[in-house]
């Protein structure tokens, strides 16, 4: 059996990752009495949950699947292996992890995985949030293509084009939410800073 490490490498990343938005989902249950809204009140988040689920499963798993040759079936087979582009892809997970964590650092007891109608947070536009809407966001989006590149399978491929379809769209569900909840100052927020690119060099300063 042929072992895939820079595979391996990116099923660790992404189950450490996962990992950790669980212990953060239950630090903020036991703080607040609330799961950062992982299962959102609302009933469309509810049901994108039901598709957003499976992916994440799958985006774990798939990377032990390959990386210990158990991708017998087509759809789990990569159509191509590069192994240096592999590792370059690897080292870009790991750079992603590292970067969300400093977002999650940053944003604290603001953090939230979903939309509550009824609930008003604090604006975080500090930190990474200063030069770009949705950092997290972006992060992931850029994992998820790393993981895709590495594991080119069919699979692999179409839970990428999902999550980030997901992710392009959530983002603007909670772009609704905090213009709603924050007003005028969201959205001078959004006019100077990018949802997943910076628009400019310098920070967001209010």
Known sequence: ???????????LILASYW?????????????TGRAANVVPPELL??????????????????PFVVGFGANSLWLLEPLA????????CSGIVVIGYIATRRCWKT???????????AEKTKMVASGPFAYVRHPIYALSQMMMIAT?????????IAVAVTHIL?????????EQHMVRTQGEAYSDYCRQVGRFLPKRFGPYSG
């Open 1 to 11: 059996m042929t072992v895939n490490v820079p595979a391996i490498l990116i099923g």
């Open 19 to 31: 990992g950790q938005v669980m212990y953060m989902t239950r630090r903020a249950k036991r703080a």
């Open 45 to 62: 988040g509810r049901l994108l949950r039901l598709i957003w689920a499976p992916i994440i499963v799958i985006w774990i798993a798939m």
């Open 81 to 88: 292996h590069w192994p240096i582009v592999a590792w370059i």
């Open 107 to 117: 944003m604290g007891k603001e953090w939230r995985m979903g939309i509550d109608p």
């Open 148 to 156: 895709a590149v590495a594991i080119p399978a069919p699979l692999m």
């Open 166 to 174: 997901l992710l392009q769209w959530e983002s603007r569900r909670e």
